[in-house]
Nanobody
């Protein structure tokens, strides 16, 4: 039902910026939660940011606070992750996700039932 396609990843130098986009279809932004997660090789998936669309409550992992911004555009059915001041430790495959639960956050990844295919972000000099 829900289809998510990430784009915008690539290679960037430390300190640089990238904006990830997630084209969404098959759901309404009203009453859902959206999130961004990432996973590096050999490491477990970690939550980056999430937002409860109905209540507009946003969460960020401590590691990205002040550097990343999650947003969405209802008219364009697109979810964004603006990443600034990128660090090598930000390297990984980034996934957007959608939950039909309005209570899902980056701390509850199992509540996100729909996931994109992921886009690679590599931060290296």
């Amino acid at each position: 039902e829900v289809h998510l396609v990430e784009s915008g990843g690539g290679l960037v130098q430390p300190g640089g910026s990238l904006t990830l986009s997630c084209a969404a279809s098959g759901f309404s932004f009203d009453g859902y939660s959206i999130g961004w997660f990432r996973q590096a090789p050999g490491k477990e998936r970690e939550g980056v940011s999430s937002r409860r669309l109905r209540g507009g409550i946003t969460y960020y992992a401590d590691s990205v606070k002040g550097r990343f911004t999650i947003s969405s555009d209802n008219a364009k059915n697109t979810i964004y992750l603006q990443m600034n001041s990128l660090k090598p430790e930000d390297t990984g495959v980034y996934y957007c996700a959608v939950s039909s639960s309005g209570w899902a956050t980056l701390f509850t990844p199992d509540l996100f039932a729909s996931w994109g295919q992921g886009t690679q972000v590599t931060v290296s000099s």
